[in-house]
């Protein structure tokens, strides 16, 4: 379980404060995917950064029981002069998995090829993703933080990176950025609209899905 008791974050732009999140108290339950929806600048990849705890916040705090993902597709903390085989045992090491088992698990789905070992920072954004999401689904997480990193590669490889983040639903949690709704449908269980520095959680995804578009001034697709 996520809680965020009484959050707040702020941002000092040009000599501006800039409000992300205002005294926020909201709770994401364990063992569920919950799609995190609001517009462009609303405060998503902070808040998915505050849950990881490599962004402080401003006031307030964030509990967190079992362990979390650092945000999936976010390849930020590799290391560009070692390799992508590299950067996979460095990760195993940290959090105290089977380094042999993971850099297979990885070099199998991420497809790189000869690239996994090759130094990580002549990468692509695409292969940084792809590196990045097959370290991250490797680990067993009770929550992963995924942020449109399935829409990384062809067709192909897309259905393969959703078919394994359900695999890993069935024993885990997550939080989903995604600004595609049919995604989210297909991925997610319950919502949160963040607008205007405020959560509102919704255990249905459909209310979740109509809040996120009237703010958007969006007409809902009828079938």
């Avoid at 992300?20 to 600048?41: D, E, I, M, Q, Y």
């Avoid at 959090?95 to 920072?121: I, K, M, N, P």
Wanted: glycine share 10%; charged share 20%.
């Amino acid at each position: 379980m996520i809680s965020l008791e009484h959050v707040s974050k702020h941002f000092y732009m040009r000599g501006y404060r800039k409000t992300v999140l205002k005294n926020v108290n909201a709770t994401f339950p364990s063992g569920k995917a919950v799609a995190l929806l609001g517009r462009n600048g609303a405060g998503k990849s902070t808040l998915m950064k505050l849950i990881a705890g490599t962004v402080n916040p401003s006031a307030g705090r964030v509990k967190i029981s079992g362990t979390v993902s650092w945000p999936v597709g976010f390849a930020g903390s590799f290391h560009p002069e070692l390799t992508g085989a590299q950067n996979t045992r460095f990760l195993a090491r940290i959090y105290g998995t089977d380094a042999d088992e993971l850099v297979d698990f990885v070099a199998d789905f991420s497809e790189l090829g000869r690239s996994f070992h090759q130094r990580f920072g002549g990468y692509s954004s695409g292969m940084k993703s792809r590196l990045a999401f097959g370290a991250s689904m490797g680990i067993d997480f009770d929550t992963y933080l995924v942020d449109e990193v399935t829409a990384v590669g062809d067709q192909a490889f897309k259905q393969k990176s959703q078919a394994l983040f359900k695999t890993r639903m069935r024993q885990s949690g997550a939080i989903v950025v995604s600004h595609s709704m049919p995604q989210i449908r297909d991925m997610c269980d319950a919502g949160a609209v963040l607008e205007g520095g405020n959560i509102v959680y919704y255990n249905d995804i459909e209310s979740a899905i109509a809040h996120h578009l009237h703010n958007m001034n969006v007409t809902p697709a009828t079938n």
